[in-house]
């Protein structure tokens, strides 16, 4: 059965209108984006299809585009689409950061070094300089390691800060392992960032730690 002779209320496309999209499986939010399926199959069972051998979603959307096109389903157009809507997902966030989001809700802060770092197979060391109204001025990935750490360098993030003339930052990494438990040595690494920074008057606001599932804030915890 095509999915235009499904009940209105079954249909993807209907129910996101309906409904909005958080109600939407992943495979429905795929099937929305595929538009058809492969032959003799709907976008449903395409989507699902897909999942089931690539997925689940996060893994099947940190490939690159070029191994996304080679995947059964998709090909360079979608992939390249896909590949744009990722990139579209990460300008809104950091479009929220240009307005002074960082602090009114440091959350998005958060949203964005996720955005940015979770899908790095290798521990990277990123920071946001941000003005004195705590805009975003630049973001630079810093530091990168193995999938076991980053050696981080203060003196060099003191540098950047100046640079770009920064009034604060706020600094994350990622845990490729997926853990989200700030280690001893992400608590040791926030305490020499802070005093170093506090000698060239830059205040750091947060350090978050990216892994499965929300990110974690260090500020939060009171460990800034």
């Given at each position: 059965m095509h999915i235009r002779d499904w009940p209105s209320h079954e249909?993807?496309?209907e129910k996101l209108l309906a409904r909005g999209a958080g109600v939407l499986s992943?495979?429905?939010?795929l099937a929305i984006f595929l538009g058809s399926g492969l032959r003799g199959r709907d976008a449903v069972a395409t989507a699902r299809e897909l999942l089931a051998a690539h997925g689940p979603l996060r893994a099947l959307l940190e490939r690159g585009p070029a191994e996304?096109?080679?995947?059964?389903?998709?090909?360079?157009?979608?992939?390249?689409?896909?590949?744009a809507a990722l990139e579209l997902c990460s300008r809104y966030l950091a479009a929220d950061l240009a307005r002074g989001e960082a602090m009114t809700d440091p959350a998005a802060a958060g949203r964005y070094f996720a955005q940015r770092l979770r899908a790095r197979p290798h521990e990277v060391f990123a920071a946001l300089?941000?003005?004195?109204?705590?805009?975003?001025?630049?973001?630079e990935e810093l530091f990168q390691g193995t999938v076991d750490g980053?050696?981080?360098?203060?003196?060099?993030?003191?540098?950047r800060a100046l640079a770009h003339?920064?009034?604060a930052l706020i600094?994350?990494?990622?845990?490729?392992?997926?853990?989200?438990?700030?280690s001893a040595a992400d608590r040791a690494v926030t305490a020499q960032l802070r005093q170093a920074l506090a000698l060239v008057d830059v205040r750091l606001l947060d350090h978050f730690v990216i892994g499965?599932?929300?990110p974690v804030s260090l500020a939060a915890r009171g460990w800034v």
């Open positions: 249909r993807p496309r992943d495979a429905e939010l996304l096109a080679d995947l059964p389903g998709l090909g360079p157009a979608r992939a390249s689409r896909l590949a300089f941000l003005d004195t109204r705590h805009r975003a001025l630049a973001f980053a050696e981080v360098h203060p003196r060099e993030v003191v540098r003339n920064a009034a600094v994350g990494h990622n845990h490729p392992s997926g853990c989200r438990d700030p499965d599932g929300p």
